[in-house]
């Protein structure tokens, strides 16, 4: 979902911008209101999470998905990196980097299914990696670090795709951070990408340009026509989180209220919806649950459709039952969820 007050300023938007005259369809990327979009899109960022001077901020193309192939591609530098694979994300960020040189895997959460992730005592790390990669919040399973894994000094990448701006970060303990903004920041069509500026000099010489972050920090993501509309509404969301939220602690505070509804109906219910997750690892964002059978599960999601819930499927991967909590889920979805949830085991337990 995106906020109201937001899609309702675009859709103002939509004919004309105020003071331009044209549509923020239509405006050059190379007009000086696109570089202001830019530009405050970027500080809103910056000033949100707290990113400091010497971290560049990004706005790239192709999804996180092309994150899984451009930052071993730019961070590996002949050496291996270790992955920490929490989920369906992290294994595919795996699998793309041994395309592009060597990679070993840290810890793999697969054969108990990705439900919970690792104890530092369970991770193995090489001393000489390139960096370690790890999957804030599994979006599929539902499974979110509560905090950053302690790697030492390696540089820390992350793929924070689902749960982005969710809660301030402690933006230093990472070297990389990247995110897809459709899930809090946006529409489809952007990818953010925050890095520290030292990483630059590790990247090698013969990278493909688009392919190469330097390209995107030297040209403030202005090399080509960048993705004007997705750009200018996470512009309108960070203003949203700032203005209206009032910042990102804020909205950690809404968030925690929200997925605790749901996770209290699902605790109370004694096992008729059973989570996916290990209670201490599980997501704010992405709940996931099951019920006692597939006829049950089928008949709720129908039901919760017919009410108004939708888009409760779980993915087709692991089946069952998933409540999306993004930033801008009001409390009230939430609560009708909740009380659906109640009102169909009271009936069927
Ligand atoms: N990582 C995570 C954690 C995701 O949730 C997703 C998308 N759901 C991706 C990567 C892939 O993102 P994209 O579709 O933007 O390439």
Redesign the pocket.
Known sequence: MLPLPVLEEAQRDLLALPEVGMSVLEISHRSKWYEAINHETEQNLRQLLGIPEHYSVLFLQ?????Q?TMVPMNLLGGRSADYIITGS?GE??YKEAVKLGSARIAWNGKAENFTRIPRPDELEFDPNSAYVHF?S????QGVQFPTEPEIGSTPLVC????DFLWRPLPIERYALIYA?A??NAGP?GV?IVILRNDLLERIPSNLPTMLDYRTHVEHKSLYNTPPVFAVYMVMLVTRWLRDTIGGLAKMEQINRQKAQLIYEVIDRSEGFYCGHAHPEYRSVMNITWRLPNEELEKEFLQQAQANGLHELKGHRSVGGCRASLYNAVPLEAVQALRDFMRDFMRKHA
Do not use: M, P, V
């Open positions: 192709g999804g996180a998905s092309l899984f994300w595919k960020a999957t919040n599994e979006t599929i793929d924070a795709s689902s897809g459709q899930k489809a990818t």
